[in-house]
């Protein structure tokens, strides 16, 4: 939300700033960092400059403690062996509870196993 924002007011949207009191404005100090760096990500893709990724720990915090998996997926449609809407590459390559082959939902128990 915070990139999105950032964006926004480059483009010359007024938002107005929360009370520092307000505690439902306030990150968890362990993603403080995080948003900033993403924010940097994001005026580096909008001014076309590299950008610094994630770390693979950034990458494990995030995911574990963050990234909500919603059960529903958008349709997408194969032809000639390629994915055509509703799906892009990113998206495969960073929903990790998207469906399986043949669109099957697996279920992984809290060591990785599958179990559905």
């Known amino acids: 939300m915070l990139v999105m924002q950032d964006a926004a007011q480059e483009a010359g949207a007024v938002f107005g700033k929360p009370s520092e009191k307000d505690d439902d404005y306030k990150l968890p100090p362990e993603l403080t960092s995080l948003a900033e760096k993403a924010i940097k990500q994001g005026r580096a893709v909008r001014q076309g400059q590299p950008l610094t990724p994630f770390s693979a720990e950034e990458l ?57």
């Open 60 to 116: 494990a915090l995030i995911q574990t403690k963050y990234v909500h998996c919603s059960s529903h997926w958008n349709s997408v449609v194969i032809k000639d062996e390629q994915i055509e809407g509703g799906v892009g590459f990113i998206e495969l390559v960073s929903f990790v509870n998207r469906p399986c082959e043949k669109w099957h939902r697996a279920i992984f128990n809290i060591t990785g196993q599958e179990i559905s």
